[in-house]
C-alpha cells in the first residue's frame, strides 16, 4: 500500500534561487526519492505512527548529514505542535513528547509556519527567535526547522541540529530537507488514514463481537425464562457467563439469590446490600446517586466493607422496581460486557416478574369470578366445572366457605379479596379462592379431611388468617359446614352468615373470633334472627337460679359438661375428673332448681342446649367440650356425701 504513493510534481522540484541546477542536483534528489520509498514501502509494515516517525527522523537525518532530529506535529485544537519521537544517539522521545512548539514567544517556529520554508539559526546563542531556555537545556548551537507541508497547510516541523556543535546550512541541505519532509507528510497522512481505517474495523469487529455476544446472553437469559427457571437458576447463569458472583435482591434489600461462577470462593458473594453495609452512610450516598433505571458501580469503599467494585442494576419495569441484580469483581476486572450481562439479565428478571404477576393476577380474577358464582349460584354447573378444572381446583372435592366480616360498630374496614386469600394460603399449596360479597369477603377453603378434624383445621387458619390480618381483634369469621358438591355453596353461604349474625349480636368484648356452624347446631337458625334482650330473657327465664347464685356456679358447669358429652354421666365424670355419682347428685339438684326434666324431656334439653349456647357466645361458659374440675371450696357439702 506505502509504495504506491507518488507525491505531486510540484513538491520535489528545487527551490527557485537557482542554486540548485543541472547535474549537482540529481543525486540529492535521488537520495530524498530512494529515502521516501523506503519510508512508503516501509508503511504496509508498520503499524504505530511513533515507528514510521522514527524511520522519517532517521532518514532525514541521513539526508542532510546530522546527528539530532526532533518531529512535531500540529494539534488540531491548539494550533501549537507536539513533539512526536526523537532522533539521536539514545531514545530522546520522552524528553520531546515534553516539549510544544509556535507558542507566543517561540519566533522561530512562527517564522517556520508564516514563510512555508526551511529557517536556520546559525548561533543559537546569539539569535533571538528560539526560546534561550529549550536551547541551553538541549545544548543546541545550531538548527535547522524544516516545515511539513500539506495541501498547503503546515502539519509538522523537523528540527536539525548537531548537538553541541555549530554547523552552518546549505541551500542544498534546505532544499534536500524540505522537499522530504513534504515527501514524509504524505507518508504521515496516509499512516493516519490507514490506522483510522484498521481502528474503524477494530470497533466494527468488537462491535460486531459484543453484539453477538450479547445475542448468546439474551438467548439463554431469555430461555431461563420462558423455561420458568427460578431466580436460583439465572443468577448461576449470569455468574457463569460472566465469570464474576451474582446476586438478587428483591425491593426490601432481601437476598433471594445468589450465582457463583465455577471454582470462585464461597465468601465472595456481593455484599453491598447488606443492612450493615447499606447502614454506612457513604455507602447510602453512592446508591443515591446511581441514575434511576441505569445500571451502575459502586465501590471500592473498604472502610464501609466494600473490598471490591460492584455493577448495580435495577430490577424494573417501567416505573415499578422489584429488586436488585449485583455483579462482583473478582479475579477479573469489571468490563462492558459485564455491564450488557447485568443490564439484560435485569431486563429479563423484570420481563419475568411482570409475566408471572400478569398471570397472578389473572389466575386471580379468574378464582374470584369463579367463587363469586358458586356463592351466587351458578345453574350451568358443567360451565362451572370446566374453568375450575382450567385452574386445577376440584369443586367437588370438600371445601368450606368462610365469611369474613368486622364486628358490629368497630369502624374496621375489611381487608380487600386478595389479602384475605394470601392470609388464608396453606404451607402445602392449598389454594383458597377468595371474592368480594356484600358482608365482607368470601373465602372458599379446601378442607385436608372430609371431617370434623378437617374443618377445625379451617377454623385454624381462619384464626390466624384474622390475627394477621387486623391485630385488634376487630374482624370476625363464620364457617360453613362441608360443601361437597357445586351446589353446597348457597347454603353454605348463608350458614356462614347466620354464624356471623350470632357473633356480632351476642359475643361480648373478649368475643370469639372464629365460629363454625357445627358450633352453633340448629340453634344458629333461632339465635341469628333474635336480639340480645330476647335471647338474656330466654336464658333467665330457661336457667334461672343458676345463674344469679354463684354458690350454684358448679352445677352451671356441670350442666354445660353433661350436655357437651351427650348426657353421659360416665364421660361428664371423666371430663370433670369427679365421682359418677357426684354429676348424679349435681344433674338432680339443676333439674329442681330449673323444674327442668334435662335426663328425659326432649323439649327441656333444647331449651338447656339453646341457653347453653347463648352463654356460650356471650364468653360466659367455655366452647371445649371438657373443663377442669372446680377447685376447692366450690364443691358443696352434698357433693361430699355424694362422693362417699
Request: glycine residues 8%; charged residues 25%.
Amino acid at each position: 500500500m506505502g509504495s504506491q504513493i507518488t507525491a505531486p510534481h510540484h513538491q520535489i522540484q528545487a527551490p527557485a534561487d537557482g542554486r540548485l541546477e543541472g547535474p549537482r542536483a540529481a543525486a540529492p534528489y535521488a537520495e530524498a526519492i530512494a529515502a521516501f520509498g523506503d519510508v512508503s514501502e516501509a508503511l504496509s509494515e508498520l503499524h504505530e505512527l511513533d515507528d514510521l516517525l522514527h524511520l522519517i527522523a532517521r532518514k532525514i537525518c541521513a539526508l542532510v548529514g546530522v546527528r539530532r532530529c526532533s518531529l512535531y506535529l500540529r494539534d488540531e485544537r491548539s494550533s501549537l505542535y507536539r513533539g512526536q519521537v526523537g532522533h539521536w544517539l539514545h531514545d530522546i522521545d520522552e524528553g520531546v513528547k515534553r516539549l510544544t512548539s509556535g507558542g507566543a514567544g517561540d519566533a522561530f517556529t512562527r517564522e517556520i509556519v508564516a514563510t512555508k520554508a526551511p529557517v536556520v539559526v546559525q548561533d543559537t546563542r546569539s539569535d533571538t527567535r528560539p526560546i534561550k531556555s529549550t536551547m541551553r537545556s538541549w545544548d543546541v548551537r545550531s538548527m535547522l526547522g524544516v516545515p511539513m507541508v500539506l495541501r498547503g497547510d503546515v502539519v509538522g516541523i523537523v528540527y536539525l541540529d548537531d548537538a553541541d556543535q555549530r554547523r552552518s546550512y546549505t541551500a542544498a541541505d534546505e532544499a534536500i530537507a524540505s522537499m522530504f519532509a513534504n515527501l514524509a507528510a504524505i507518508a504521515i497522512q496516509q499512516a493516519r488514514l490507514t490506522s483510522d481505517l484498521r481502528a474503524r474495523l477494530t470497533t466494527v469487529a468488537t462491535q460486531n463481537a459484543s453484539m453477538r455476544r450479547a445475542a448468546v446472553v439474551d438467548d439463554r437469559l431469555t430461555a431461563l425464562v420462558l423455561e420458568g427457571s427460578n431466580m436460583r437458576e439465572i443468577a448461576s447463569a449470569i455468574a457463569d457467563l460472566t465469570g464474576k458472583a451474582c446476586a438478587i435482591h428483591d425491593a426490601e434489600f432481601r437476598q433471594i439469590a445468589v450465582g457463583r461462577p465455577p471454582g470462585s470462593e464461597d465468601g465472595m458473594l456481593p455484599k453491598l446490600l447488606s443492612t450493615e453495609t447499606r447502614a454506612h452512610p457513604d455507602v447510602r450516598r453512592a446508591l443515591a446517586g446511581l441514575r434511576d433505571n441505569r445500571p451502575g458501580v459502586v465501590g471500592p469503599m473498604p472502610y464501609a466493607g466494600v473490598h471490591n467494585r460492584c455493577i448495580v442494576a435495577p430490577v424494573a419495569a417501567g416505573t415499578d422496581q422489584w429488586g436488585h441484580l449485583l455483579l462482583l469483581e473478582h479475579g477479573s476486572r469489571l468490563t462492558n460486557f459485564d455491564m450488557i450481562v447485568a443490564r439484560r439479565g435485569a431486563t429479563v428478571i423484570a420481563w419475568g416478574m411482570s409475566a408471572e404477576r400478569r398471570a397472578a393476577a389473572a389466575e386471580w380474577n379468574v378464582g374470584a369470578s369463579l367463587a363469586g358464582e358458586l356463592i351466587r349460584g351458578n345453574r350451568d354447573i358443567s360451565a362451572l366445572e370446566r374453568r375450575a378444572e382450567h385452574m386445577g381446583i376440584r369443586i367437588d372435592a370438600p371445601h368450606a366457605l368462610c365469611l369474613i366480616t368486622t364486628a358490629a360498630e368497630s369502624g374496621t374496614i375489611v381487608p380487600d379479596a386478595r389479602a384475605v386469600a394470601e392470609a388464608f394460603a396453606a404451607e402445602d399449596g392449598a389454594r383458597p379462592m377468595a371474592t368480594a360479597v356484600t358482608d365482607g369477603v368470601g373465602v372458599i377453603v379446601p378442607l385436608p379431611s372430609d371431617d370434623v378434624k378437617g374443618l377445625e383445621a379451617v377454623k385454624a387458619r381462619a384464626t390466624a388468617a384474622c390475627a394477621a390480618l387486623d391485630a385488634d381483634g376487630a374482624l370476625i369469621a363464620g364457617i360453613s359446614t362441608v360443601c361437597r358438591r357445586p351446589t353446597d355453596y348457597v347454603r353454605a353461604y348463608e350458614q356462614a352468615t347466620q354464624v356471623v349474625r350470632c357473633l356480632n349480636t351476642f359475643a361480648g368484648d373478649d368475643r370469639s373470633q372464629v365460629l363454625a356452624a357445627n358450633d352453633l347446631g340448629a340453634g344458629r337458625l333461632f339465635l341469628s334472627t333474635s336480639n340480645a334482650a330476647e335471647a338474656d330473657r330466654f336464658v333467665e327465664e330457661t336457667l334461672g337460679r343458676l345463674l344469679t347464685d354463684k354458690s350454684r356456679a358448679d352445677l352451671l358447669t356441670t350442666l354445660h359438661v353433661f350436655c357437651r358429652n351427650g348426657r353421659s354421666v360416665r364421660r361428664t365424670s371423666q371430663a370433670m375428673g369427679v365421682h359418677e355419682n357426684t354429676i348424679r347428685y349435681r344433674i338432680m339438684r339443676t333439674e329442681t332448681l330449673t323444674e327442668l326434666d334435662v335426663t328425659d324431656d326432649s323439649d327441656a334439653q333444647f331449651s338447656v342446649q339453646l341457653a347453653l349456647l347463648i352463654l356460650r357466645l356471650k364468653g360466659v361458659l367455655p366452647w371445649e367440650a371438657g373443663v377442669e374440675a372446680p377447685g376447692p371450696g366450690t364443691a358443696t357439702e352434698a357433693d361430699a356425701a355424694a362422693d362417699a
